[in-house]
């Protein structure tokens, strides 16, 4: 087993595709990293523009927690009905463009990309941004830690969905089972003090109010709560990584993903309110995060606060994962429409589609050292993209649900139909509240990669009406090329390439570029060597051409000489003989001149239709 | 014009050559730079040395003025006679191997070349040195002082020998003129004054005496000394750029070059002790230059100091020029040899051997950015290189008389034997005087370079053996070859390939390698656009092979099944025709696969001498 092989894994042969599916525990991993981390930003998002309102702020967080709860269930129950309608996956670009046409599908498609590749950089900022507060030291590193861990995921996810779920199964089943315990316990004191339970460490004391709720405020807080709903979107793109039966597999793993989210949601919401927990100012010095400050109120300093903290750093980093898992599927559905370019349908070794995971990594590492590492000024983006995506997707099932008609599809309508105005008013108030702090990016981004993507179609569709043809082969007029060698000293090799040329066709043609003024000497040679015998024999004797050239260049005077030829001959093919010799070792390479790989540059660049290269090969 | 026309100068023919050749006057700019600006650092090297003597230093640095002259009277009339016995160009390499045998023309060409690439580093950072002490705030800009001069100086050479003389004639006869000036002034002056003239601007006092003369002492400063003689052999080694009569031209320029140096050299060391001007500690604060305070004391500071410390700075940065006219003359003339790769052999548009240019500025630039532009600790080293080219170019030219014989024989012996025993020893002396100074490289560097040389030399003996051929054609067994081309769907560019096969042999193979698993459409349209109306035309229809892909890879199995027929046919040529996609514009290409370009990569790897690519280019 090669060095690769052990770190890549071997390759997979299409027949074990089955093997690889997965099941609802590594589909947890695999495509709910990116909604169940959210529960660790999203309230503290939202807390953090309660911090003006003191005290009043955190009782206003159980509405607002709720209020997303319950688009949450809303989004959910569309999604089953998606997962139901589109069991090879069904993607908002899917589902949007077959129901509400190519262009809808375009800005569906373009909204997840950059979704996706934000949560990517995103994600694993956060976590190293976590981890670098916890250990200042590491301050000076913090880009190199993103591109380590970058390069991490990459490796696990190179080597295929079924390895990415289980090596990510510890740190995530840690990560739930830790804050499932904080807020069971942290319920049952509240519950047993009668909603007023004296916490283990006192969070930091309230500000005092210096304003008042307002209806933008408002509007802002949940906006930024918001963040908490990206990436619920992923299973329903990857219904086809699932193990038979797959709609079921998926739609338990969605139920559980969303079910713990909401726990996260509501309880992190309600035991703030208990425990009187606000947001700290995160510029100042005495930040502390809200999931750390609930943590230490219910179980207080000790080993489990710092499990659970580690738990919750990782899967902020591992978060990045369900970009992996989706991003490439959801380019290989684009790239099936011809929108992308058609790489990204070829399936690697390990039956990836790993051009698309190199073209995520690509673009995250980008952003990554742009930012320096530090990217949570994107984390407003990223909502923008999703809820986009949410309401396209909702939007398309009622069309879908409509065409489809019968028994049920009034019903189903409507719950996509709630689905699509409450994200869609959701999307709204996102972007109007956000559309100051970089929302704007988004709304220029979105249409050049449309355009770019149209762009791309049109060549495609261009060429495909170009090459393509319904005709059987025409098997008249099969005249013999034209074949041109280039002729320098007498050689083995020289001898090779005119002996292969009168192999291929009885018009050759031999040229000499006098660059070094020895016409004669090589008229001589050509005399002895190629012209006498091959006349002796009988045989049609190659012409000998020579070409001057004053000023010692060699490649365009054979070039020239080669699109003349075409010229004089329009229904002939013109091949052109291009002797090369291949050296051992690659540092060989400088002793030999590269006039021949030159030469086959020039007349692919300069040739056309009628002009095809013929390379002899000489192995030393 | 174009732009890079204007830039590059119009491309020359070869039938121009003779107008490119020049006279003395554009020769010492061309040839002469590195030996006169030698003058402006090898009077300082040397009293540098002799400032803890105190007032006693500056009487010896006459005495030893006058031997490194009279060396260089020694040195001046070998170089005559090698230009006049060798007038293609006698360059320590040709002298050595010709007389000496190829070891040793290998050490003096290591040695050359070597010198040449120090001499370009060290003259520009000198010259930026010197710009830098004069304007401070420049100091943070000394790599992109001396890459801008290494440019500007490329630049300038790539138009050719002629308009290199004619840019620098000014700066050159500026320099030569204003210390002609000075020299004689000061010697008027000192004379009239006898021997004890009053300097206008006093120099700083001469320190007290710390020690004693010694031998060792005396022989490092004759060392020192010695650099000012590097650039000598410039001259010899150029012959062919002169014009007609070109051995009497070389002499000439040689003879001026020759003289100047001594009268500066001479008038320098004699100025100095008449005008009690030592060297200042370059490392202290009160540091100036041996010509700053020789021009101040007799000149002044007025304009003329200023016109006279510009030429200097600028002649110090343009002496890098004598390595351009001569690097690429010497790398030329060893790759005819066989020992360096053979494109230094091809003169470029402007009818230089621009590859050997190239190849200086890039070594010249790895040493500039190594050493940040300060490259001061390299001058000890290339005087090295300079006096074991000497010795053994004078050396050669006693063997060459020896040979030769006849009349006069024995006094040029003489001469040159003279030559050879003095710049010998004074190899000894500079070797074992700056070996601690950085010498010890020299010694490591020149075998490496001469074991480099001796295995390219080895590679191309190989190569002449496997591939020269003394016999005519062979036109017996023209067999066609076996024809072997990709298939995946039905195009025009299918159809195209298929067609080219046919035309060039009757044995034709359609490989498709099923990937994808879809056999059966394959078979269909082959049946359906080929097979049938190939056979209904009673012509022999192609075979079509399926190969099969667990893995999905495409290019691997096909490869493997060409080197499989070619072992099945061992008296066949297999051409392989790779039908390619060929876009209009660059930015095209990601969206189109790239097998076409990797199946010819690999082929060309893997393949054999009975293996031929054959390029089917599809335009857009």
Redesign the interface.
């Given at each position: 087993m090669s060095f690769f092989d052990l770190v890549a894994g071997k390759?997979?042969?299409?027949?074990e595709e089955r093997a690889e599916h997965i099941g609802p525990i590594a589909g947890i991993p695999v495509f709910g990293l990116d909604a169940l981390s959210s529960a660790a930003y999203g309230p503290e998002a939202a807390l953090t523009l309660l911090i003006p309102l003191g005290v009043a702020g955190i009782t206003h967080i159980v509405s607002i927690s709720f209020a997303i709860i319950a688009l949450l269930a809303i989004v959910f129950f569309s999604y089953c009905q998606t997962i139901d309608a589109y069991p090879n996956g069904g993607g908002s670009y899917t589902v949007a463009s077959e129901n509400l046409g190519e262009t809808a599908g375009l800005l569906a498609a373009a909204a997840l990309m950059i979704d996706y590749i934000l949560n990517a950089a995103v994600g694993i900022s956060a976590g190293v941004g976590a981890l670098v507060s916890a250990f200042p030291a590491l301050l000076p590193h913090t880009l190199a830690l993103c591109l380590t861990i970058l390069l991490i995921l990459t490796l696990i996810n190179m080597r295929g969905t079924k390895d990415t779920g289980v090596a990510f199964l510890l740190p995530t089943y840690l990560f739930i089972g830790t804050l499932l315990v904080v807020i069971l316990i942290g319920a049952i004191r509240a519950i047993a003090a009668s909603g007023h339970p004296v916490p283990i460490i006192a969070p930091p004391h309230l500000p005092v109010a210096t304003s008042m709720l307002s209806l933008w405020l408002l509007a802002k807080v949940f906006a930024s709560g918001c963040t908490a709903m990206t990436g619920v979107e992923a299973v329903s793109n990857g219904v086809a990584a699932f193990r038979e039966p797959t709609q079921r597999n998926a739609k338990r793993t969605l139920t559980i993903i969303i079910v713990l989210l909401m726990v996260f949601l509501g309880g992190i919401a309600l035991l703030c309110r208990a425990y009187g927990i606000g947001a700290t100012d995160p510029t100042g010095t005495g930040y502390q995060s809200i999931l750390s400050q609930l943590i230490s109120a219910v179980m207080g300093r000790g080993w489990f606060y710092y499990l659970a903290i580690g738990a919750i750093l990782s899967v902020l980093a591992l978060s990045a994962n369900t970009s992996y898992a989706d991003f490439p599927r959801l380019t290989r559905t684009i790239a099936e429409h011809d929108y992308l370019?058609?790489?990204f349908k070829?399936?690697?070794?390990r039956l990836l589609y790993s051009h698309g995971i190199v073209a995520l990594v690509g673009f995250t590492s980008v952003l990554l050292i742009i930012f320096g590492g530090v990217t949570d000024r994107l984390i407003p983006l990223f909502a923008i993209g999703a809820f986009l995506a949410f309401t396209l997707s909702q939007a398309g099932m009622v069309m879908h649900w409509k065409k489809l008609g019968g028994k049920g599809a009034v019903r189903h309508m409507i719950v996509n139909g709630i689905g699509a105005v409450a994200t869609g008013i959701t999307l709204l108030v996102v972007l109007v509240a956000k559309f100051r702090d970089g929302a704007w990016i988004i709304t220029i981004l979105i249409p050049a990669l449309i355009f770019l993507m149209i762009g791309?179609k049109r060549?495609?569709t261009?060429?495909d009406s170009?090459?393509?043809?319904d005709?059987?082969?025409?098997?008249d007029t099969?005249?013999?090329?034209l074949v041109v060698v280039p002729l320098d000293r007498?050689?083995?090799?020289t001898?090779?390439g005119?002996?292969?040329a009168?192999?291929?066709?009885s018009q050759v043609e031999a040229v000499h570029v006098d660059a070094e003024?020895c016409r004669a000497k090589v008229e001589q040679m050509w005399q002895?060597?190629?012209a006498?015998?091959?006349a002796q024999?009988g045989?049609a004797v190659p012409r000998l051409v020579f070409l001057s050239s004053?000023?010692?260049?060699v490649l365009m005077p054979l070039v020239e000489h080669i699109l003349q030829l075409e010229r004089d001959q329009p229904d002939r093919?013109i091949?052109v003989l291009v002797p090369?010799?291949?050296v051992k070792h690659w540092w060989?390479t400088?002793?030999?001149?590269q006039r021949a790989q030159l030469l086959?540059l020039l007349l692919?660049l300069r040739?056309?239709?009628r002009?095809?290269?013929?390379?002899?090969?000489?192995?030393?």
């Open positions: 390759p997979l042969a299409t027949s370019p058609h790489v070829i399936r690697g070794r791309i060549h495609y261009r060429v170009e090459i393509d043809i005709r059987p082969i025409r098997i099969l005249t013999q090329p007498w050689t083995r090799i001898e090779k005119l002996r292969f009168m192999k291929l066709s003024q002895r060597n190629v006498t015998p091959i024999a045989q004053p000023y010692r260049f093919q091949a090369e010799l291949v060989q400088p002793l030999h001149n086959k692919l040739g056309n239709q002009i095809m290269v013929i390379n002899i090969p000489w192995y030393l």
